[in-house]
């Protein structure tokens, strides 16, 4: 488990933008199972994606399919007959997914300069950034990830951190070592 797609997500949030991508399945090969489908598009969701675009489908060329990358999708899939259930599910979810406002009032800082810096003081801004947001998981925290730019352009109203489309009342700041 990873937070990757709330980057996508939490920028959304931020810019008041209705749908957030997410491109899955890329890097699964033939492995993939329905049960395999169905936990990533639930996982990827429920941290705030809700347009997916799905890798790869094959290109045909004559009577042959080919594809870059594994999985593919299509009718050499031994699994493609469900492939309706499987996308009307997804859809549904997707559709429910954007019709709410989302109601995250924490945010982990996203310390992109301390990324940036080539020293050792540094080296581990990531891996801090990662582990404060698996804590936060774990205790079923909603948050979003901010950046530099973000708070800069946001104000200080009472004891939030409002901004055109976000207002949060927790800042979760990584350590600096």
């Not at 299509?74 to 559709?95: I, T, V």
């Not at 936060?136 to 009472?158: H, Q, T």
Request: hydrophobic letters at 35%; proline letters at 5%.
């Amino acid at each position: 488990e990873h937070s990757f797609p709330r980057f996508a997500s939490s920028v959304a949030h931020q810019q008041g933008n209705t749908w957030s991508l997410g491109e899955l399945f890329g890097v699964y090969g033939n492995g993939m199972t329905p049960d395999t489908l169905r936990y990533i598009i639930d996982y990827v969701m429920v941290h705030g994606i809700n347009l997916l675009v799905y890798g790869s489908y094959p290109q045909r060329n004559a009577k042959n399919w080919t594809a870059g990358c594994r999985p593919h999708f299509g009718p050499d899939d031994p699994l493609w007959k469900y492939f309706n259930e499987f996308h009307d599910y997804a859809s549904r979810a997707s559709y429910l997914l954007s019709c709410g406002k989302p109601l995250r009032t924490t945010a982990l800082v996203f310390d992109t300069r301390s990324l940036w810096a080539d020293n050792w003081e540094n080296a581990d801004a990531g891996y801090q950034r990662e582990n404060i947001a698996e804590r936060l998981r774990a205790r079923r925290v909603l948050f979003d990830f901010i950046d530099e730019d973000v708070i800069a352009e946001s104000k200080i109203e009472g004891k939030v951190l409002a901004g055109p489309h976000i207002r949060y009342s927790e800042l979760v700041i990584p350590q600096r070592r």
